[in-house]
């Protein structure tokens, strides 16, 4: 069996050279064990990575705690927790947008389209938008979606997610950085490699 494991290693390997697709490091896992490890020159094992939409399912994670503690519930309007920044101008398709609709990446927006850019706030400028579609209608990965579920939990919490004691915790544990400039939305996580594999399964999961 670990021969044939190794031949398929192999394979992905090539196969990964054969489409041009760059990548630092391989970890791969069965059970609980390592059973792979690959660091392209040159990065080392040691190296921290960034780690782009894990943010994700920090924010999500959240999320879930505060409805578990029944501090929010999932069919809550989203819109109620920024009143003073949805106005008579926000579209109807986003005042009737759900904090579990938002989770589910099925927002009134396509990618990356529920904020501007150039704005100051972009949590604000969520609301100035116009929707592409009414929320429910369709999955589409939404960034801006998450950024705004961010912003309701520290509003929430009255503190930036990373200041909160339990994701303080899972940071220290796992031995992630943090590297701030700015709100959390704008931060950047970094981790060693193989904590970023397991991470990265952790959200295939969630």
């Not at 069996?1 to 050279?17: I, N, P, R, S």
């Not at 389209?113 to 929707?131: A, E």
Request: aromatic share 14%; net charge positive.
């Amino acid at each position: 069996a670990g021969v044939v494991q190794a031949l398929y290693v192999l394979k992905l390997l090539k196969e990964f050279e054969h489409l041009g697709l760059y990548f630092h490091s391989i970890v791969l896992i069965k059970g609980h064990e390592i059973f792979t490890e690959f660091y392209r020159k040159p990065f080392k094992k040691d190296e921290l990575h960034r780690m782009y939409s894990i943010s994700k399912t920090f924010t999500a994670l959240a999320v879930g705690i505060l409805a578990d503690d029944k501090v929010i519930s999932l069919d809550d309007k989203v819109v109620d927790y920024f009143t003073d920044m949805a106005d008579e101008n926000t579209h109807p398709y986003i005042k009737e947008t759900t904090i579990r609709e938002l989770l589910m990446m099925a927002g009134p927006f396509g990618s990356l389209k529920g904020f501007d850019r150039n704005s100051d706030d972009w949590t604000k400028s969520y609301f100035s938008k116009k929707p592409d579609y009414p929320s429910g209608t369709l999955f589409y990965y939404d960034t801006s979606g998450t950024r705004i579920l961010c912003a309701m939990v520290e509003r929430l919490a009255k503190k930036p997610l990373k200041a909160i004691a339990w994701f303080k915790g899972i940071c220290q544990r796992n031995n992630w950085l943090v590297v701030s400039y700015g709100k959390l939305e704008n931060s950047i996580f970094k981790c060693r490699s193989r904590t970023a594999v397991v991470c990265s399964i952790s959200t295939r999961c969630c």
